[in-house]
């Protein structure tokens, strides 16, 4: 079992990094070799197999092409900018999230009678308000960000790659992830980590919405669990549809903040300061906020069930229990 | 008033054409000029203003820009290559129908504090089975060919770049544009508008697929209309979704030709031969049926009510009356 992961400097690259290596198999297949590629250098883990390291910008000429020259079985498809850098900087997310994932599946396409399972973290950041109450598996996704836009061209381009022979792709549209571990950051949906994050640490939080607004979630964990997943389905079960909304927990604001007092106390709780925010609000006012995600779930597809269940794991996982 | 046509050699370019030469207007404004543009060189009509062909491939370096330069104040972008063309040579439809498109919303990009209406045509093809029983504007697209996923990628780009303020585009979801003038082409869809243009021309027809076959279809001249009311349309009125799914006709293979015996008698009607081809079948099996298209008829495009009056239209504009 060879393996390819692009981005694998992120947050979820490194969590699934880590959990390759400590399974050492994936598919039931004893792993060889893991190369990690990202736009820019980082240190590879300690691993009892070939863990290497390729940096490089996948838009490059040939970048790609030496990516998958050694023909991995499993691609996992992370690299891209997110969200707020994709608005701010029009030429660079088409250019990291359009052109490099392009010049990726053409790489797959143009290397004769190789067929691997491509596995690509796509986002509910395709779809754009106005909601039905709970969305469909069915419902049209219409972005209204240039992320969301370059993330469902790729879906798109995975889905007729897939059809065609040249790749065998499965797209996960996964929900927000939280809680994220590390330093709070300035994008948009920062605070749904932070408002648990920084209190559990002891620091204060700002939560710069009402309460009242309803997001869906699942933990860092649960997010390396889909790709895993995704990563060993059988493509019949699958169908001609290859992108996959998955399933996250619905939650209001206050939802959230009560899982953190009924696990942490009245004094974590108390850490969290209301100070709304006119222009965070009006971005997540445009945000999906419940997802019936059924074929996932059929699919075996497993989140987390309460938000209370989000926070263990991130005491588990980052805080040491 | 500017215009530019991409594609205009084609058969819905050259009627728009014709069309705008008729008008002498267009949006309430004295035409200036119209620049054909096409893959290849073609004679352009006679008219009382500035008409030129400019020939050139959309996704060459520099020629985008070339169209551009004169900054029409309306931009008609029909040309792509066709779906059967698009699924046997796959670089060929890409190049073409991505990259072509791509091309020409860069350059409009690129042209600092120039926003045209850009009409894009896209297609029902961007619609994959399975549907519902009547498809509404809510429904996802999923394609099942490279055609399908080359148009809405495109579709993708004419949202974010309008979003963004790049362009004010609207992009028109087609259906299958029947009675199709000329000769019988090899297009699985073709024997739609052939059962009813051979006969009334005394000439025999081939049907391949059941009577029971329901498809969706406007006439050539609702074509045209579609496009002249899309670049006449306010932008505020269409809202962030900027592609729309067109009124249609939807009917049965009896449904035609009953239509067609009613209106030219039971000699013409008994012109047409079944000969089923298991592997149209196939393809057609796969296609939508009908569509709401609630949003386009509040916003105004009108389409034929019945398959008699797109019969009615092909004889007046085809065969003289």
Chains 1, 2 share one sequence.
Not at 66 to 81: K, N, Q, S
Not at 182 to 202: D, H, M, T, V
């Amino acid at each position: 079992m060879r393996i390819l992961i692009t981005g694998a400097a992120g947050m979820i690259g490194r969590k699934l990094t880590a959990r390759l290596v400590a399974d050492g198999m994936l598919r039931k297949e004893q792993i060889v070799s893991i190369h990690l590629h990202d736009i820019v250098a980082f240190e590879a883990p300690d691993a009892p197999f070939d863990i290497t390291v390729l940096a490089g910008d996948l838009a490059s000429e040939g970048v790609a092409g030496a990516l998958v020259a050694g023909r991995p079985d499993v691609i996992f498809h992370l690299a891209g900018v997110v969200s707020g850098e994709a608005e701010t900087d029009f030429d660079k997310g088409y250019r990291a999230n359009l052109d490099g994932t392009r010049a990726l599946f053409d790489a797959v396409r143009k290397a004769n009678g190789y067929v691997p399972r491509l596995v690509y973290t796509s986002s509910i950041a395709v779809f754009g308000a106005p909601f039905p109450e709970t969305i469909g598996d069915d419902f049209a996704p219409v972005p209204l960000t240039s992320y969301g836009t370059q993330k469902l061209v790729g879906e798109l381009l995975l889905n007729d790659y897939t059809r065609r022979g040249f790749m065998d792709g499965v797209g996960l549209r996964l929900p927000t992830i939280c809680v994220r571990p590390g330093k709070p950051n300035l994008a948009a949906s920062g605070f749904f980590s932070s408002i648990i994050r920084e209190p559990l640490a002891g620091k204060e939080a700002v939560l710069p919405v009402s309460r009242n607004i309803v997001h869906t979630h699942a933990s860092p964990r649960s997010a390396v669990g889909f790709l895993l997943h995704a990563a060993a389905l059988a493509g019949d079960a699958i169908g001609p549809r290859r992108n996959i909304t998955l399933p996250s927990v619905a939650v209001s604001v206050a939802g959230q903040i009560e899982a953190l007092r009924e696990i942490a106390g009245d004094e974590t709780f108390r850490l969290i300061r209301e100070e709304r925010d006119p222009a965070i609000e009006a971005i997540v006012n445009f945000w999906p906020t419940r997802f019936d995600a059924a074929r996932a779930r059929k699919l075996g597809f497993v989140a987390e069930t309460d938000f209370a269940e989000i926070i263990r794991a991130h005491i588990e996982d980052e805080l040491g229990g």
